[in-house]
């Protein structure tokens, strides 16, 4: 996008009348990262070893060609074929189900900010507990790693529906089913001795840590320390058009200007998307609509996703969800938990008047492969999600929601969607590497 590089203080006065602007992010707001720790992290990212059946790598649902997403409403982990939206079910090895939530995008989780992670928030930074982190899995479990970003990992390799696999296809599968995942012959210990086997990731491991001198001392958690490091330099974003503004060097053409004067001002936008990564980091319910199964706990017959109020138990949690951040929100479609909007125009409509986008909502708007399940259950129980929204209606024409579109155009970072690191060729387990086809 075409910056003007006139009248810049003029440009951030009138937003500022209207919403104070952020400060611009510098390298402070960083965690520092080791370049051969973020080397050895994406060899793993994109390394189906991981996974139970050695067919789904962190890559297959958080690639770059599709915004560090996957380009589908709701993704299907093992069990899938093909990569973004081509994914198909592999009729011998059919899911049970699709995954329950969208998949986030991973721009800019390696800065300070970020002390909450997933939709609900079930995992975050807590001074308090053991290990300095809060999550669902016992205190234990989350010593050595170095970072929130990097204890998110132990959710998707233990999830049947992403990479762990069912229960008989497996020795991960079947650990997970057990209920053993820590300790010799534990799910992530059988991860880790697949990965030190791999001669070549047992010679980058002991000379990235000084604390590993043999491959059989590579636990889990420093494969997710090296994955977190790769994310955290692969995907920083803090040199997208909005961020010259914030540094005073340049506007915003039309009509990219306009919506930054209303997103900060009578759209409201700001009042959740605040701060220099567009968060708040808090939840919200806004009546975001509920396909596919909702996540809830394995066994458990259900169709509403609860959101936060499954990780808190506070009945004002209810239908809440945290507020993404809206770096390269332009790139990172489908949209909303459950991805039921695949255009950015019809979900930022329905966002400013909740319900009514709920009542009206047609599941032809989501990008859903074909699979044999009722993605529409959820959609029936549309008046109890309604129920919980308090936001206030603003009244936005077309030409102010065409603004706030070009200027949610300005958050997207050439410099974050290029790859610094890039997608490898192949990986040292000599397995195949996910490309778009």
């Known amino acids: ?77 093992d069990g899938g074929i093909g990569l973004g939206p081509q994914r198909v079910a592999d009729p011998a090895n059919m899911p049970e189900q699709r995954i329950p939530r969208n998949s986030p995008a991973l721009f800019n989780l390696g800065a300070h900010e970020f002390t909450v992670l997933f939709h609900d928030g079930r995992i975050e930074v807590d001074p308090d507990r053991p290990g300095g982190l809060r999550t669902p899995l016992d205190a234990d479990m989350v010593t050595g790693f170095a970072s929130l970003l990097s204890a998110q990992t132990m959710f998707p390799v233990l999830s049947p529906d992403e990479m762990a696999g069912h229960y ?68 920083r974003s803090d040199t997208a058009p909005f961020d010259a503004v914030l540094r005073g060097e340049a506007t915003l053409p039309e009509p990219a200007a306009t919506g930054m004067t209303l997103f900060y001002g009578d759209a409201g936008c700001a009042s959740c998307h605040s701060g220099p990564f567009l968060t708040d980091h808090a939840f919200h319910a806004m009546a975001a ?93 549309a008046e109890a999600i309604a129920a919980a929204v308090t936001y206030e209606v603003r009244d936005i024409s077309e030409a102010d929601l065409t603004a706030l579109l070009a200027f949610l155009d300005t958050l997207t970072d050439p410099a974050a969607t290029q790859d610094r690191l890039g997608v490898p060729t192949t990986v040292p387990s000599g397995l195949s590497v996910d490309t778009p086809g």
């Not at 880790?192 to 791999?198: H, I, K, L, P, S």
């Not at 809206?326 to 039921?340: E, K, S």
């Open 289 to 381: 609509p509920q396909i596919g199964p909702g996540k809830a706990a394995r066994f458990e017959s259900h169709a509403l996703d609860e959101g936060r109020f499954r990780v808190t138990g506070d009945p004002a949690d209810l239908y809440a969800f945290r507020t993404p951040s809206l770096r390269n929100i332009a790139l990172t479609a489908p949209y909303g938990h459950a991805g039921a909007h695949a255009d950015l125009r019809s979900f930022v409509a329905a966002h400013l008047d909740p319900i009514n986008g709920l009542q009206n909502y047609d599941l032809s708007a989501a990008v859903l492969p074909d699979l044999p399940v009722d993605d529409a259950r959820g959609l029936a129980d």
């Open 168 to 235: 008989s296809e497996n020795d991960v599968a079947q650990a997970v089913r057990r209920g053993v995942i820590t300790g010799q012959g534990g799910a992530w210990d059988i991860i880790a001795r697949r990965v030190g086997d791999v001669p070549a990731y047992a010679g980058s491991f002991t000379a990235v840590y000084d604390h590993i001198d043999a491959p059989d001392q590579i636990t889990f958690a420093d494969i997710s320390n090296a994955i977190a490091a790769f994310m955290a330099f692969e995907w």
């Open 1 to 77: 996008m075409r910056i003007v590089m006139s009248m810049a203080m003029v440009m951030i006065a009138a937003a500022a009348s209207a919403g104070e602007l952020p400060a611009p992010l510098t390298d402070a707001d960083f965690a520092p990262v080791d370049a051969a720790e973020a080397r050895l992290g994406q060899l793993l990212f994109y390394d189906p070893i991981l996974s139970g059946n050695r067919n789904v790598s962190c890559g297959t649902c958080h690639h770059p060609a599709f915004g560090t997403g996957d380009g589908l409403s709701l993704g299907m982990g």
